[in-house]
DNA sequence: ACGGGCTTCCTAAGGATGTTAGGTTGTGGC
DNA sequence: GCCACAACCTAACATCCTTAGGAAGCCCGT
């Protein structure tokens, strides 16, 4: 019998992959074992268990989103910034749902400052380095920006915003408000 | 042999202190049944299904939040009906954080709309009518607390807060900074 | 009071999952 | 070519959700 040669890697890409296609919640060794056509207690040589591989596939959507959001913050600054790496969330939340969701999930401190987490604060301060802020201010900031991006990530993706009348605005519309609202506070913020 | 008087209502009472304890992925019927002294089966005559149960806790917690904010709205306005609204859901995602969780679980758009989600929306607007927005300003204003406030308690619960380095300010100066700003921000909005 | 009927709650059973223990076999290094 | 290690397996168990069908409490009519 051919082995199916996997690697803690390549059951965290894959379990990444099936969690964007059912939902994190429904990622489970079973599914995942029977994706590579493979008893289910094969996976505990290289996992541990469901809780870490859920922490892997959280480490990896991280490292992935901090990725685009360096690339995408490449060269621009200001408002543009802030669209940037809101779009990138904003994206990501689309497009993978299951690894964002992962994104959020609570990790001990020892691993939370291992991952890329330490990386997005700083490329969020990048992303304020026009906005001339003190450094408290700074902080305050980036809270700011994770809170709005994220809430508004995750209120969308729960479809909150096709909840309301037929003639209300599109979420797109929305967002460019809330970029503008952002940049104009930032903005006020540096001459406090 | 006594029975145990179940209800749907206290099933899903129940359900939300035990969410509130054990948090809300560790939600489950056998815990529930666990804690009136019965079968697990004998919960369906009520409940219908985990997921049933789950959204139930979902519309009980969306009740009680509404409730806390219409009494902290009253008599207030501008900052201050920002500060109320978004106390109470910082400091219900705290105290409750079962209950709270579950208010973030996508419901069907029916029951979604039988629910206080629309209240909530109502709320909102009410919170806002000092600023004397436009019909679509408010609609996107709604959509930015909302965001804003549901991010920030998401981040907030999830210790992200905390993983700074030492020195950096307390969530509690941050929270101020992010109501002036949004104060601010909608003043700006007013005059547009 | 008392019997019928509805509802509550039960036991029995099955299926899915996560996890541990211990064996077998493929594969790389000496 | 052989040996050790790692990959993968079967067996077994605990926990959960869910369905099916039966027994027993409780309310209502007369």
Redesign the interface.
């Known amino acids: 019998m051919p082995r199916a040669g996997l690697t803690g890697d390549r059951l965290a890409e894959a379990a990444a992959d099936l969690a964007d296609e059912v939902g994190v919640d429904a990622l489970s060794l079973s599914a995942l074992a029977r994706h590579f056509g493979v008893a289910v207690p094969s996976l505990y040589a290289h996992v541990g268990s469901l809780r870490d591989l859920q922490v892997r596939v959280a480490l990896l959507a991280l490292e992935e989103s901090a990725d685009l959001v360096a690339a995408a913050l490449a060269g621009v600054s200001g408002r543009d910034a802030l669209a940037a790496v809101g779009g990138v969330w904003r994206g990501y939340a689309r497009e993978h749902p299951g690894r964002y969701a992962a994104t959020?999930l609570?990790l001990d401190?020892a691993v939370?400052?291992a991952s890329a987490?330490?990386r997005h604060?700083d490329l969020a301060r990048a992303c304020l380095r026009d906005y001339a802020l003190s450094d408290?201010?700074e902080?305050?900031a980036v809270?700011?920006l994770?809170?709005?991006?994220?809430?508004?990530a995750?209120?969308d993706a729960?479809?909150?915003?096709?909840?309301?009348a037929p003639g209300?605005?599109t979420?797109d519309?929305?967002w460019e408000?809330?970029l503008d609202?952002?940049d104009?506070?930032l903005r006020?913020?540096e001459t406090r």
């Not at 729960?158 to 309301?164: L, P, S, V």
Request: hydrophobic letters at 40%; charged letters at 10%.
């Open positions: 959020r609570p401190t939370a400052a987490g330490p604060a408290a201010d902080t305050h809270r700011l994770g809170a709005t991006f994220h809430g508004y995750a209120l729960a479809g909150a915003f096709g909840h309301g209300a605005p979420s519309d929305t408000r809330v609202g952002l104009t506070l006020s913020w």
